[in-house]
């Protein structure tokens, strides 16, 4: 059945009301005063006569601010996108009564002022069948009714009455119409086009890690950040204590994801790249080449961290003597290697065993004590860990070590990394390693983005790292070993949502497989999901970037895009060199603004700054990516090494043999392309003058 909207041929609702679209939008509009009235009472609350103390009143008042802005009603954001109508009434507290329940499913939970339900939060168990129903089970779902907005106002409606035999499978109009809504500002929710396979990953238990492998377009973006919101309904309390993180592979991409969290009413969640997690207190100021980096990302840097940490500990060589009073207390070299040998097997961190270690020794005085005759207790143990010739035993056997200090060493002295990478790495990879001029202290040195991750396995093998409850971690494929292991470490003892396409893998060091990446997450036994079916790029798009498969990442299944778009793929030659180039790009651009939406013009990082020229110089202001697209300036110069995770409605691809150029090997080259590629929600012009990479033709 068609949308319906307020004429005089709609059919009358199930209510009774002949008018249903007004019917709709009257509960629209109480729905939105009971939000207000919620809201109120929050900003009402006095808490002057409950708080004990001045903290536990700023801790509640804080409580209370972020309850106010949860409740925020956002006038941009549909409050209510879909309703179903049950043919019986459902179990619990929120259906007692007559057969033919209704639910309107929206964002967020609003009551009224009986604390009867109007709106039902998207991630409860009775707004399931919304996403899941179909008519092979209909899940006891008689109607299901889309809304259809404009400018905020609700304008249309669109019924399936699943279980009626006579009523034709048709597509959802609607749901078509919202996939393709031109996408101006950050990254939209997708909760009123959650599809099945999405619905089922989204509400997957806190327990176990997903990894989600997902072509361009299939939405494993939104799923995570809906995962993610989903958790914090179904287990707030224990992820209120654990804490949640999204990890992402830019700041251009956190910018464009940060709103979809708020929209759903999730504020408290921390966003942050890999880089940000493993600062440790150094400024990264230089760069590796890539051979470089793919050896300092390799997951063998690990044992020699370990090998180098250990390297510390050595046997102690005189007995230790604790004095007293007029005793002296001794304790024989020997029995302190055995308590060295046995904290060695115990593997336990560096750190933790230096502090365990003084403990020990005074267990043993405290031991010769008792036999003395003496009833020591444990403020005695204490003073004696304290001991001047405890504490000089402890730093000559298990000295502590800046893990900082100790990365330096290794990249800065041969002898020493190669004592510790024998048999690890070869003499090659070594030289690759140390630095042609070795830095004097650690805040001299220059510092890489691959060494910080070294220096935060070091950390970690010094003192464990504080583990989250869930993090996610998006285009997860271009990850090292190495930064595997550092997310990991971050949810070693909570569960993790891995999103990622091993097709857009454009780092050297990319994974070729979800088996690996996840061992050395530590998360081995995670459930991989494979999207397949793409909702946001029209189908001749897809299909065209698809034929660097082959070539990029042999043995993947395609995206099947949903979404037919006649005449949204054009690839045209361009005459006149490099000027006819420059020129017909902002031709092409200016094509594209006519119609509504977002533009991303798209070239190799090399090419930036001569189309930025260009565009100037015909009167075009331009966005860098992470700035926010608004009405009035929708065109955004994305670099390709910026692309990845973006999506614009209309993108304008400029030279793609640039692009594959401007990578230290081909297939990286064809991957960058391929994101490249697939960035275009409404439609894609490709413009060349050079020949077209081959594995496009």
Same mark, same amino acid.
């Given at each position: 059945?068609?949308?319906?909207?307020?004429?005089?041929?709609?059919?009358?609702?199930?209510?009774?009301?002949?008018?249903?679209?007004?019917?709709?939008?009257?509960?629209?509009?109480?729905? *939105?005063?009971?939000?207000?009235?919620?809201?109120?009472?929050?900003?009402?609350?006095?808490?002057?006569?409950?708080?004990?103390?001045?903290?536990?009143?700023?801790?509640?008042?804080?409580?209370?601010?972020?309850?106010?802005?949860?409740?925020?009603?956002?006038?941009?954001?549909?409050?209510?996108?879909?309703?179903?109508?049950?043919?019986?009434?459902?179990?619990?507290?929120?259906?007692?009564?007559?057969?033919?329940?209704?639910?309107?499913?929206?964002?967020?939970?609003?009551?009224?002022? =009986?604390?009867?339900?109007?709106?039902?939060?998207?991630?409860?168990?009775?707004?399931?069948?919304?996403?899941?129903?179909?008519?092979?089970?209909?899940?006891?779902?008689?109607?299901?009714?889309?809304?259809?907005?404009?400018?905020?106002?609700?304008?249309?409606?669109?019924?399936? !009455?699943?279980?009626?035999?006579?009523?034709?499978?048709?597509?959802?109009?609607? #749901?078509?119409? /919202?996939?393709?809504?031109?996408?101006?500002?950050?990254?939209?929710?997708?909760?009123?086009?959650?599809?099945?396979?999405?619905?089922?990953?989204?509400?997957?238990?806190?327990?176990?890690?997903?990894?989600?492998?997902?072509?361009?377009?299939?939405?494993?973006?939104?799923?995570?950040?809906?995962?993610?919101?989903?958790?914090?309904?179904?287990?707030?309390?224990?992820?209120?204590?654990?804490?949640?993180?999204?990890?992402?592979?830019?700041?251009?991409?956190?910018?464009?994801?940060?709103?979809?969290?708020?929209?759903?009413?999730?504020?408290?969640?921390?966003?942050?790249?890999?880089?940000?997690?493993?600062?440790?207190?150094?400024?990264?100021?230089?760069?590796?080449?890539?051979?470089?980096?793919?050896?300092?990302?390799?997951?063998?840097?690990?044992?020699?961290?370990?090998?180098?940490? *250990?390297? !510390?500990?050595?046997?102690?060589?005189? +007995?230790?003597?604790?004095?007293?009073?007029?005793?002296?207390?001794?304790?024989?070299?020997?029995?302190?290697?055995?308590?060295?040998?046995?904290?060695?097997?115990?593997?336990?961190?560096?750190?933790?065993?230096?502090?365990?270690? +003084?403990?020990?020794?005074?267990?043993? %005085?405290?031991?010769?004590?008792?036999?003395?005759?003496?009833?020591?207790?444990? *403020?005695?143990?204490?003073?004696?860990?304290?001991? +001047?010739?405890?504490? =000089?035993?402890?730093?000559?056997?298990?000295?502590?070590?800046?893990?900082?200090?100790?990365?330096?060493?290794?990249?800065?002295?041969? /002898?020493?990394?190669?004592?510790?990478?024998?048999?690890?790495?070869?003499?090659?990879?070594?030289?690759?390693?140390?630095? =042609?001029?070795?830095?004097?202290?650690?805040?001299?040195?220059?510092?890489?983005?691959?060494?910080?991750?070294?220096?935060?396995?070091?950390?970690?093998?010094?003192?464990?790292?504080?583990?989250?409850?869930?993090?996610?971690?998006?285009?997860?494929?271009? #990850?090292?070993?190495?930064?595997?292991?550092?997310?990991?470490?971050?949810?070693?003892?909570?569960?993790?949502?891995?999103?990622?396409?091993?097709?857009?893998?454009?780092?050297?060091?990319?994974?070729?497989?979800?088996?690996?990446?996840?061992?050395?997450?530590?998360?081995?036994?995670?459930?991989?999901?494979?999207?397949?079916?793409?909702?946001?790029?029209?189908?001749?798009?897809?299909?065209?970037?698809?034929?660097?498969?082959?070539?990029?990442?042999?043995?993947?299944?395609?995206?099947?895009?949903? *979404?037919?778009?006649?005449?949204?793929?054009?690839?045209?030659?361009?005459?006149?060199?490099?000027?006819?180039?420059?020129?017909?790009?902002?031709?092409?651009?200016?094509?594209?603004?006519?119609? /509504?939406?977002?533009?991303?013009?798209?070239?190799?990082?090399?090419?930036?700054?001569?189309?930025?020229?260009? #565009?100037?110089? =015909?009167?075009?202001?331009?966005?860098? +990516?992470?700035?926010?697209?608004?009405?009035?300036?929708?065109?955004?110069?994305?670099?390709?090494?910026?692309?990845?995770?973006?999506?614009?409605?209309?993108?304008?691809?400029?030279?793609?043999?640039?692009?594959? /150029?401007?990578?230290?090997?081909?297939?990286?080259?064809?991957?960058?392309?391929? %994101?490249?590629?697939?960035?275009?929600?409404?439609?894609?012009?490709?413009?060349?003058?050079?020949?077209?990479?081959?594995?496009?033709?």
């Amino acid at each position: 059945m068609p949308a319906h909207v307020a004429e005089s041929d709609s059919p009358p609702d199930p209510t009774g009301t002949t008018d249903p679209l007004a019917h709709e939008r009257a509960h629209l509009a109480a729905s *939105r005063a009971a939000l207000r009235g919620m809201r109120e009472d929050v900003q009402a609350l006095d808490i002057r006569d409950v708080t004990a103390n001045w903290v536990n009143a700023a801790v509640l008042q804080s409580q209370i601010d972020d309850r106010i802005k949860a409740l925020a009603d956002l006038s941009h954001t549909p409050l209510f996108f879909g309703r179903l109508d049950y043919l019986h009434a459902v179990g619990g507290e929120l259906a007692e009564g007559a057969d033919g329940e209704r639910f309107y499913i929206g964002r967020r939970h609003v009551h009224d002022a =009986a604390g009867d339900p109007m709106v039902i939060d998207w991630r409860a168990p009775v707004s399931q069948p919304y996403y899941q129903a179909s008519r092979t089970n209909p899940q006891d779902v008689g109607l299901r009714r889309r809304f259809g907005y404009t400018g905020g106002e609700l304008t249309a409606y669109e019924d399936e !009455h699943l279980t009626d035999p006579a009523e034709a499978e048709h597509t959802s109009r609607l #749901l078509q119409a /919202e996939i393709e809504r031109p996408r101006v500002g950050p990254m939209r929710d997708i909760v009123a086009t959650i599809q099945p396979e999405q619905d089922e990953i989204v509400r997957s238990g806190l327990g176990g890690t997903v990894c989600v492998q997902g072509g361009p377009g299939t939405g494993k973006t939104a799923v995570g950040l809906h995962r993610v919101a989903y958790l914090l309904y179904a287990h707030r309390e224990r992820l209120a204590r654990t804490g949640t993180l999204v990890i992402g592979p830019n700041r251009s991409f956190l910018h464009y994801i940060e709103q979809v969290l708020p929209a759903l009413g999730e504020l408290e969640v921390k966003q942050a790249t890999v880089d940000d997690l493993v600062r440790g207190g150094v400024e990264v100021r230089g760069e590796d080449e890539a051979a470089t980096a793919v050896v300092k990302g390799d997951a063998r840097m690990a044992e020699v961290l370990r090998r180098a940490v *250990r390297s !510390h500990v050595t046997a102690p060589v005189e +007995p230790v003597v604790v004095v007293r009073g007029s005793r002296r207390w001794r304790v024989p070299a020997y029995e302190v290697q055995e308590m060295v040998d046995e904290l060695l097997a115990r593997d336990m961190r560096y750190g933790a065993a230096h502090e365990a270690l +003084p403990q020990r020794i005074a267990h043993a %005085v405290l031991v010769r004590m008792e036999e003395a005759g003496e009833a020591p207790d444990d *403020r005695v143990q204490n003073a004696v860990a304290r001991n +001047p010739a405890v504490k =000089a035993a402890v730093k000559a056997v298990w000295p502590a070590v800046d893990p900082a200090k100790l990365v330096l060493r290794l990249l800065s002295d041969a /002898e020493f990394l190669a004592a510790h990478a024998a048999g690890l790495l070869s003499e090659e990879e070594q030289k690759r390693l140390l630095w =042609a001029k070795p830095a004097r202290s650690v805040k001299s040195a220059k510092w890489s983005a691959a060494d910080a991750v070294l220096i935060d396995e070091a950390t970690d093998l010094v003192s464990r790292t504080q583990s989250l409850g869930h993090v996610v971690l998006d285009e997860a494929q271009d #990850l090292s070993p190495m930064q595997y292991r550092a997310v990991g470490r971050r949810c070693s003892t909570g569960s993790a949502t891995i999103l990622g396409d091993l097709a857009q893998g454009t780092t050297p060091w990319s994974t070729e497989s979800w088996a690996e990446a996840l061992f050395h997450l530590g998360k081995a036994d995670a459930v991989v999901e494979e999207l397949t079916a793409g909702f946001r790029v029209p189908r001749e798009v897809i299909a065209y970037a698809s034929r660097l498969l082959p070539a990029i990442s042999p043995g993947l299944a395609p995206v099947e895009s949903v *979404r037919e778009s006649p005449g949204s793929l054009v690839v045209r030659e361009v005459a006149g060199g490099a000027d006819g180039l420059d020129a017909a790009v902002v031709a092409a651009c200016e094509e594209s603004l006519r119609p /509504e939406g977002s533009i991303g013009l798209i070239a190799a990082d090399a090419r930036i700054p001569a189309l930025g020229a260009a #565009l100037a110089a =015909a009167g075009h202001a331009y966005l860098s +990516p992470g700035e926010e697209t608004t009405a009035e300036s929708r065109l955004t110069l994305v670099p390709a090494s910026l692309a990845k995770g973006l999506e614009y409605d209309y993108v304008v691809l400029d030279e793609p043999a640039a692009v594959v /150029e401007g990578e230290p090997d081909e297939r990286t080259g064809l991957r960058r392309l391929y %994101v490249a590629l697939t960035r275009a929600v409404s439609g894609l012009t490709v413009l060349h003058a050079a020949p077209l990479p081959q594995a496009l033709v």
